[in-house]
């Protein structure tokens, strides 16, 4: 089982960068493939980006690729959300999500452990 926090956060003008992490805390990290997930005000959460746990495979929604890249160091078991030009529909509470030894998915069900989320507001 792990625990998950997400920071990084935070207001962002139009074409701006952030980079969102996610740190996790227990055992076998290496095992989970991990999501982000995010969820703007009156929309249902949905899935941005994940990164596998075997190969490191990685998968983004059509809307953020070539914009966002997902990574993750299993030795600080930390996975990184890097964002680049920022727009306003981007606005949202980003999650990230665990789930162990599944195949990367952007199904929410499928994760077993969830983050509280960060805000990341876009707009001038």
């Known amino acids: 089982q792990v625990q998950l926090v997400e920071s990084g956060g935070g207001l962002v003008q139009p074409g701006g960068s952030l980079r969102l992490s996610c740190a996790a805390s227990?055992?076998?990290?290496?095992?989970?493939?991990i999501g982000w997930f995010r969820q703007a005000p009156g929309k249902e959460r949905e899935g941005v980006s994940c990164?596998?746990?075997?190969?490191?495979?990685?998968f983004y929604t059509d809307s953020v690729k070539g914009r966002f890249t997902i990574s993750r160091d299993n030795a600080r078991k930390t996975v990184y959300l890097q964002m680049h030009n920022l727009k306003p529909g981007d606005t949202a509470v980003y999650f990230c999500?665990?789930?162990?030894?599944?195949?990367?998915?952007?199904?929410?069900?499928?994760?077993?452990?969830w983050g509280e989320g960060t805000q990341v507001p876009v707009y001038s």
């Open positions: 999500a665990a789930e162990a030894l599944g195949p990367c998915s952007f199904a929410r069900s499928g994760y077993d452990e």
């Open positions: 227990g055992s076998r990290f290496d095992y989970y493939v």
């Open positions: 990164i596998s746990s075997s190969d490191d495979s990685t």
